[in-house]
């Protein structure tokens, strides 16, 4: 990973009622959390995740709760990296996420984030990649079906809706379901 020299405000979308002064520190994951990364194609690093886009840190703080398994909404904070930022490599390139090895909350921005899936997902999925570099979705959130992709599985992933995730469990169930359909009428 590579280390940044970074200034300006940083922000983190986290658990609710943190406190200014409190140091954020990397948890251990679950195993279950570790499949959900694994699923979605993600690597995870330990560390906290830092961004100098509060619109992004804010959709991580409204998915906070589904992203964990618990009710409720998370915060954003203003934070202060304790250490060196490392780009994240899910975000590599994008100068928009990264890791460092603690972080201090410097202000409690918003409280109990609220947005949309649609919303939240259109401010984290613009920067997603397949594999060749090319990006997941166009510029109105619909999914970019990748060269040379055809048949049931380029069908699918046309009929879904703007900035569906396409590694959520939910539209990986409708994904399934799509291919099914387009191969009985095939």
Known sequence: MTSRVLTGDFW????????????????????????????????YVEGIYVTPDKEFARAHAAT????????????????????????????AGFDVSYVTSAAEIIAVDEERVRLTSKQANSRVLQFRRWPDGSPQYDETGMVAIPAGMS?????????????????????????????????RRS
Do not use: C
């Open 151 to 183: 048949g049931p599985e380029a069908y699918a992933l046309a009929q879904l809706q703007p900035w569906a995730d396409l590694y959520s469990p939910v539209t990986q169930e409708l994904l399934g379901d799509l291919v099914r359909k387009h191969q």
């Open 64 to 91: 906070w709760a589904e992203r964990h398994g618990t009710a409720g909404d998370g915060s954003l904070y203003r934070v202060r990296p304790q250490g060196q930022l490392f780009d994240d490599p899910d975000y």
């Open 12 to 43: 983190h979308g986290g658990p609710p009622g943190l406190l200014v002064g409190t140091i954020l520190r990397p948890t251990h994951l679950s195993s279950q959390a570790r499949a959900a990364y694994a699923l979605a194609g993600a690597e």
